[in-house]
């Protein structure tokens, strides 16, 4: 889904010109995201020993945020504020750096295809091989967590906390651009902000 996602991306700017196409691609990418950010615990569980399962959980639910402070410091090495003013030029900058990840996104996620395995052959603990026996139904496990309120204070939570990560992610170019800082500057604040909030999430 990444895959095809974002050549959709890199397709509509490149080929279409077409915002919605884009809104396409994008919409794949974000649909796989739950997805990703939930397979860190489920990696850990199958595949590490009990005492080695929280480092592995931490390290994998990192990348997250980690990717997001790489393709906010990697942008303005590709568009810069000059591509306001020359539209041609930022056309093409923008298209390399929507093809460049996508060849990165396209590399890392083949070879997780090509070489992962669902399950390990031989189980590091009791508790992996008890975990990949479980079978869920997602009709009753569904109901029973609508039913949980603290499940769903827990989430109505996350939902606001990450909705505000996001939305000052995406606007904060624009917010800094009234003070006279520029993308450079933008990015710099961007990844303060979410190294500030790893730091104060472990503190």
Same mark, same amino acid.
């Given at each position: 889904?990444?895959?095809?996602?974002?050549?959709?991306?890199?397709?509509?700017?490149?080929?279409?010109?077409?915002?919605?196409?884009?809104?396409?691609?994008? @919409?794949? +990418?974000?649909?796989?995201?739950?997805? !990703? %950010?939930?397979?860190?615990?489920? $990696?850990?569980?199958?595949? /590490?020993?009990?005492?080695e399962?929280?480092?592995? @959980?931490? +390290?994998?639910?990192?990348?997250?945020? !980690? %990717?997001?402070?790489?393709?906010? $410091?990697?942008?303005?090495? /590709?568009?810069?504020?000059?591509?306001?003013?020359?539209?041609?030029?930022?056309?093409?900058?923008?298209?390399?750096?929507?093809?460049?990840?996508?060849?990165?996104?396209?590399?890392?996620?083949?070879?997780?295809?090509?070489?992962?395995?669902?399950?390990?052959?031989?189980?590091?603990?009791?508790?992996?091989?008890?975990?990949?026996?479980?079978?869920?139904?997602?009709?009753?496990?569904?109901k029973?967590?609508?039913?949980?309120?603290?499940?769903?204070?827990?989430?109505?939570?996350?939902?606001?906390?990450?909705?505000v990560?996001?939305?000052?992610?995406?606007?904060?170019?624009?917010?800094?651009?009234?003070?006279?800082?520029?993308?450079?500057?933008?990015?710099?604040f961007?990844?303060?902000?979410?190294?500030?909030?790893?730091?104060?999430?472990?503190?």
């Open positions: 889904m990444i895959i095809v996602g974002s050549w959709v991306r890199y397709g509509a700017i490149m080929m279409t010109d077409n915002f919605y196409l884009l809104m396409v691609g994008q @919409t794949l +990418i974000a649909i796989f995201q739950p997805f !990703l %950010g939930n397979a860190a615990s489920k $990696v850990a569980t199958s595949w /590490f020993a009990d005492d399962r929280a480092i592995a @959980t931490t +390290i994998g639910s990192l990348s997250i945020p !980690l %990717g997001c402070i790489m393709g906010m $410091v990697t942008g303005p090495f /590709f568009i810069s504020d000059r591509d306001k003013v020359h539209h041609s030029e930022g056309r093409q900058h923008v298209n390399s750096y929507m093809m460049i990840s996508a060849i990165i996104i396209t590399i890392m996620n083949v070879g997780v295809l090509l070489l992962f395995e669902e399950r390990p052959k031989i189980y590091p603990s009791k508790a992996a091989q008890i975990s990949t026996k479980v079978q869920f139904d997602m009709k009753k496990d569904l029973l967590i609508l039913h949980n309120k603290n499940y769903i204070f827990l989430t109505i939570t996350y939902a606001m906390l990450y909705g990560y996001t939305c000052l992610g995406a606007i904060i170019n624009n917010l800094v651009s009234a003070y006279g800082f520029g993308s450079v500057d933008a990015s710099i961007g990844a303060v902000f979410i190294v500030s909030g790893l730091v104060g999430s472990f503190v």
